[in-house]
């Protein structure tokens, strides 16, 4: 990414610190339109499946962290494979989901106009990490960022 000024980059890593409303762990309900999710985690977990049985287990996990381990642990059924262009738009259209329907974060979001939005994934290993997120590495961001990516996307798009 190659970011040096810490003034123009926003980082989240957990909820519970200041930027932590970002991430897909953040306590936010959201309605697909069909049922209600605990969190963005739960319902772009679910969409990597097209079993309802999966889906509903996860949905009903009461946390994201939760949600997420059970997606893990039936990803052998998963129709979408992690990190393709259709899980992206996937994430994509979740987290504007979220936004959308949270004017409270909608406005926190956009709040953060011409700053880069970095996942920071601090000390966490392997690909699907660099792939969504990015490590501060000699003072340069390392990684592709797509989820800081969706969300500055997000953001531009609701500045328009």
């Known amino acids: 990414m190659g970011m040096k000024k810490k003034s123009e980059v926003v980082s989240f890593t957990k ?3 200041e930027y932590g409303w970002l991430g897909n762990m953040y306590p936010s309900p ?3 339109g069909v049922e209600k999710w605990l969190t963005s985690e739960a319902l772009f977990q679910s969409k990597r499946f097209n079993d309802p049985a999966i889906k509903e287990v996860i949905r009903n996990e009461k946390s994201p ?3 997420k381990m059970k ?3 039936n990803k052998g059924h998963m129709v979408v494979i992690p990190m393709s262009d259709v899980d992206v738009e996937m994430m994509r259209s979740v987290v504007k989901m979220k936004f959308d329907q949270n004017p409270v974060l909608k406005s ?3 709040g953060l106009k011409g700053k880069v939005i970095v996942e920071n994934i601090g000390n966490r290993k392997g690909e699907r990490h ?3 997120g990015a490590k501060l590495v000699n003072e340069e ?3 592709q960022n797509t989820m800081g990516r969706i969300l500055m996307e997000l953001r531009d798009e609701y500045l328009e």
């Open 30 to 32: 959201i309605n697909d």
């Open 71 to 73: 997606a893990k642990k």
């Open 65 to 67: 962290m939760g949600a």
């Open 130 to 132: 660099l792939f969504w």
């Open 141 to 143: 961001w390392e990684g």
């Open 108 to 110: 926190r979001l956009k």
């Open 15 to 17: 909820v519970a610190l």
